[in-house]
């Protein structure tokens, strides 16, 4: 498996990628933020990688079941909040999605945080050919309105790329909407994005935030994972990434997206 932006230092020893994965592992089942992970694997992405899905695998083996992925870091603005510069995936459990009429206890999470998405459900795989962007276009099967709240395992969101990458893409819980749109009658790119806390407007964006595209970046998730030797199926949602700045939540309230052409999407957070 040839892993992008792979580092040429020495390989990160197995003992160290176990390691990280429990510590992580350890801070999700306690509630306890831990001390970043880059302490174990350094800079190298492969070794963050090989830890998430140590992680993911764990999470499987325990009965959860991968329902898709999620693109982080595809926003100027994301990007320049983590002090990164380039995308990144998680994976998508069938226990993060939660549905909008059920009220999310913000006990669930360590330090989330909210952002707006368009989300892709796939028709087709995206397994063999080209994966150009007209065998990407026609693998959706429709576009959604979406929130993911964001959540990292390490204290103080105290992040590097790899660490992110190791810790799932501090990837934490999701929302869809209910409008679903074909690409025929939508245009990922032109959408524009209002999100709000309650009445307080807390961020704005476009489709273009998005890699430019939200399709390119559905398409760098495609190469991607078939390089990774897990390509993306029919019936699995891809988060494509934030169409603007992230936001807190770090009490009771109501999220809301409204993206033109999808509609709204809500989340509500109790302190219960």
């Known amino acids: 498996m040839s892993t992008p932006n792979s580092t040429s230092l020495p390989p990160v020893t197995v003992a160290n990628r176990v390691a990280a994965a429990e510590r992580l592992s350890t801070a999700a089942h306690t509630r306890t933020p831990c001390a970043p992970v880059r302490d174990l694997i350094g800079t190298d992405v492969a070794a963050a990688y090989a830890v998430q899905e140590r992680i993911v695998a764990d999470r499987t083996a325990a009965g959860?079941?991968?329902?898709?992925?999620?693109?982080?870091l595809t926003s100027p603005a994301v990007q320049q909040q983590l002090g990164v510069d380039q995308p990144d995936f998680g994976v998508l459990l069938d226990d993060m999605r939660?549905?909008?009429a059920d009220p999310i206890p913000l006990a669930r999470l360590l330090q989330p945080k909210v952002e707006a998405e368009i989300a892709f459900v796939l028709a087709h795989d995206l397994v063999d050919g080209p994966l150009d962007d007209a065998q990407i276009r026609a693998a959706v099967d429709y576009a959604?309105?979406?929130?993911?709240?964001?959540?990292?395992?390490?204290?103080?969101?105290d992040i590097t790329?790899?660490?992110t990458v190791a810790d799932n893409g501090s990837s934490g819980l999701f929302v869809l909407g209910a409008d679903r749109r074909t690409l025929d009658s939508f245009d990922p790119v032109?959408?524009?994005m209002q999100m709000f806390i309650d009445d307080t407007e807390v961020s704005t964006g476009t489709g273009a935030a998005c890699l430019g595209d939200p399709l390119r970046a559905l398409a760098w998730l495609a190469r991607t994972a078939r390089e990774f030797g897990r390509p993306l199926r029919a019936g699995q949602v891809v988060l494509s990434g934030a169409l603007g700045p992230m936001?807190?939540?770090?009490?009771?309230?109501?999220?809301?997206a409204d993206i033109t052409g999808l509609g709204s999407v809500t989340a509500t957070f109790t302190q219960e």
Not at 144 to 157: C, F, H, M, T
């Open 64 to 72: 959860a079941t991968v329902v898709g992925r999620k693109i982080g």
């Open 98 to 100: 939660c549905q909008e």
């Open 144 to 157: 959604v309105a979406a929130l993911e709240i964001v959540d990292s395992r390490i204290a103080g969101w």
């Open 161 to 163: 790329f790899g660490d």
């Open 190 to 192: 032109a959408a524009q």
């Open 247 to 256: 936001a807190v939540i770090d009490t009771a309230g109501t999220v809301r």
